[in-house]
């Protein structure tokens, strides 16, 4: 069970019965309410759970991260010019956990983490943006 105090507005979820994607709305400390991002699946059954979203190389493609072309040791964003965007990028480990890590790809730094919501909040605490999906996960 995920608790209210690693949650942040605009975390992304989903749904463990129908699939549909959730963004955290509202947060109290009774209670977490989303929004259902894809309409076609409302209303949700009387039994629908939020799960956190395993974090995947696909998913950080689709937040506008791409792999390190030289090493492939790390993950990055970069600019037209194929300069780095971010003072940090990800490392991804055998055991599927994440890192956040020198932008020299040197060091990991920090708590390694699984979900999406983790990294959106990880990358806002960094940048102060949003981080934003190209496309549905």
Known sequence: MIKA???????????ATTGALLRVAFITEADVDYYIINQSKVPLPID???????LTPQILEK??????????????MVDEYGC???????????????????SL?????GKRFMYLHQLQ???F???????TLKEKV
């Open 5 to 15: 105090n690693e949650l942040c507005i605009g975390n992304l979820f989903v749904d």
């Open 48 to 54: 629908w759970r939020a799960e956190p979203i395993p």
């Open 63 to 76: 937040c506008g991260f791409e792999k390190d072309k030289v090493t492939g040791d790390y993950w990055d």
């Open 84 to 102: 780095s965007k971010l003072n940090f990028v990800i490392f991804h480990y055998e055991d599927g956990t994440f890192s956040i890590g020198s």
């Open 105 to 109: 790809g040197e060091y990991s730094i």
């Open 121 to 123: 909040n990880l990358y």
């Open 125 to 131: 605490a960094l940048t102060g943006e949003e981080l």
